[in-house]
């Protein structure tokens, strides 16, 4: 894969199959997967409780990535195209999740609500520190192909997302209103679509570089044939 593959963990397609199968991968994801379960659960009654957007933002961030994990476990051994397609669904999911946040900022500055920052403050520390482990753990693997990357990213982005919680938890405990909050929803926003670009482009030209990614079965025959002639004629 050019301009991805620096380590081990990807090199050839099947290579790449290999280490988003390998026990160290997959244990990696179980226990994100868990940990980012409980912490929805966990963030949107809070986030409820404290009438604070960037905290509901964040724990259905937490949902998101729950989904991504599995999405990742249940894609790992399998080939590029499949591991691409995956990271693809990552991708557009993140941007709908960025939307998604810009809304609901727009509905709660509409609101004018003011959130409790001693419960932003408690429970964004508590997602911080698991994210920030989430995302330690996965560090090794984020130079992979773009499935592990779009992993990387989601993790990169919620411990970034949760430092600005904190933030607007001062912001509104020191100023007495809102803006705070709304502000830092608006930035989680940006981190979910700018994310999901950069997988999605990632994601396309791996699907690009497999060949498979053309709906024309004309054009797949003609990629097949191609490859096919590059093999006959690359040098014993």
Known sequence: MAGCCVDEHCGSAGGGARANNSPDWRRALWIALATNALMFFAEIAAGAAAGSASLQADALDFLGDSANYAIS?????????????????????????????????VWHAAAGALPRADVMGVVGFLAFAANAGVALML???????????????????????????????????????GWPDLIVAGVMAALGVSGGVQIARHAHSELDEDGDYSSSSEQRRKNVAQRLVRQLSAPK
């Open 73 to 105: 476990l249940g894609v790992a051994g399998l080939g590029l195209s499949w591991r691409a397609r995956a990271a693809l669904l990552k991708g557009w999911a993140l941007i709908v999740f960025g939307l998604w946040v810009i809304g609901s900022t």
């Open 139 to 177: 560090y090794h693997f984020r130079a992979g192909d773009a499935n592990m990357r779009s992993v990387w990213i989601c993790s990169r982005n919620d411990a970034i997302g949760n430092v600005a919680v904190l933030a607007a938890a001062a912001g509104v405990f020191g100023t007495g209103f």
